[in-house]
Nanobody, 115 residues
């Protein structure tokens, strides 16, 4: 069974930091792009950052300079370091990966930033 499981969400004050983790299992995601998405209440899901198999990244403009993505291919894992968090970053964050020509999503982890 293929799974992406996020962890590390929580509640922080504005300016705080969180580190999200995504543990992948059941398939090899190392050869394809992985990404973090987020969805705030009443808003469409948006891509926060993507990272290719060779480490090329693309960030949402509003998180550039504050968020850093990394991946550990050996562990089949994806991470998101989030600094200088703002209330607008409040959302459910989802891990996305592609393996065997199929797209997979995690269940999401809630990030809440209070002002």
């Amino acid at each position: 069974q293929v799974q992406l499981v996020e962890s590390g969400g929580g509640m922080v004050q504005s300016g705080g930091s969180l580190r999200l983790s995504c543990a992948a299992s059941g398939a090899d995601f190392s050869r394809n792009t992985m990404a973090w998405f987020r969805q705030a209440p009443g808003k469409p899901r948006e891509m926060v950052v993507s990272v290719t198999s060779i480490g090329r990244t693309e960030y949402l403009d509003s998180v550039k300079g504050r968020f850093t993505v990394s991946r550990d291919k050996a562990k089949n894992a994806l991470y998101l370091e989030m600094n200088a968090l703002k209330p607008d970053d409040t959302a459910v964050y989802f891990c996305y990966g592609n393996a065997n020509a199929r797209a997979y999503w995690g269940q999401g982890t809630q990030v809440t930033v209070s002002s």
